[in-house]
Structure formats: structure tokens, C-alpha cells
């Protein structure tokens, strides 16, 4: 299952990761809880390692970028930037570095889904659930900020 884990999380198929770990939380729920922890911890890891390989990847981009450290702008860039209003590290992080949040964001969400009725994982249910609010404040990220709260909260409601 690990290696199951890391082929979707290098891939980024984030909808196979969420099915194949809720396959594999109904089949070994019962017999050793353990190995789910150990699956879904690992699957956060990566998810969030990959996010810290693309940020590495898009500091180096736009360090590589720097050809003459005379000449800070070239024409293009110059023009470019006057067209779309953005500087060029918006655009190389919009490029390298979104899909990455997308997918660690949307890794919270599948594994807060898949512990939500299981006593026995609570404890990684808010660890979790402390990563993802983590995960909202260094990133600002409001939007899934709100999301995050309006999981918790319906989860909440749906206990009691």
C-alpha cells in the first residue's frame, strides 16, 4: 500500500489515492488499525514533500533566470509584466507550485474524510486536522481556510 501511495502522490492522482485508501481503511480497519496510520502519515509526508520540491524548483527557476545581474529586466519581461500585471515568481509559482498546494490541500481533505467515523483514529484525525489549519497559515490560504472549517464543522455535526 505504500508504494500504492507514493506512484499516486508522484503522479499527482489525488481521486485514485482517496479510493484506493478507503478500500484499504475498509479492509484493514478491523484486523490492524496501526497500518492505516502508518499509510495515511506517509501519504501527508509525500503530499507535502512534493510541496516543498516545487517551491525549491520555482526559487531555482527564477534564481536561474538571473543570466546578467547588470541587467534585472529584459524587454520581454519588461512588457510582459506591464501586460498581465504580475511579476515573473508569481507566474513560475503559479506554474510549479499551485498544482502541488492543490493536491496537499486536497490530500488534507481526502484523509480528514477517511478518519471522520473511526474512534480508534482520532488522534491522527486531529493531527491532521492540525496540519491542515497549518497548511491554511503559511500558505494564506483563506478560501480553504473557510472550507476547512465548514468540513470540520458538518464532521462535528454529524457525531453529534
Not at 34 to 56: G, H, N, P, R
Not at 79 to 106: C, H, I, M, Y
Not at 109 to 132: G, K, W
Amino acid at each position: 500500500m505504500l508504494k500504492f501511495v507514493e506512484l499516486c502522490v508522484s503522479l499527482r492522482k489525488g481521486k485514485i489515492a482517496k479510493e484506493g485508501l478507503h478500500q484499504y481503511k475498509n479492509i484493514s480497519q478491523n484486523t490492524n488499525i496501526a497500518t492505516i496510520e502508518l499509510v495515511i502519515t506517509k501519504f501527508i509526508q509525500l503530499s507535502e514533500e512534493k510541496v516543498q520540491e516545487a517551491q525549491a524548483k520555482a526559487d531555482q527557476i527564477t534564481l536561474d533566470g538571473l543570466d546578467d545581474l547588470e541587467a534585472t529586466e529584459t524587454p520581454e519581461s519588461i512588457l510582459l509584466s506591464t501586460v498581465s500585471g504580475e511579476q515573473n515568481k508569481d507566474r513560475t509559482d503559479r506554474a510549479v507550485v499551485t498544482p502541488w498546494l492543490k493536491f496537499l490541500w486536497e490530500a488534507y481533505r481526502t484523509v480528514l474524510d477517511i478518519l471522520r467515523n473511526n474512534a480508534r483514529l482520532e488522534a491522527l484525525y486531529q493531527t491532521t486536522a492540525h496540519q491542515a489549519f497549518q497548511f491554511c497559515l503559511k500558505y494564506t490560504r483563506k478560501t480553504e481556510f473557510r472550507r476547512l472549517c465548514d468540513l470540520l464543522r458538518n464532521h462535528l455535526q454529524n457525531v453529534a
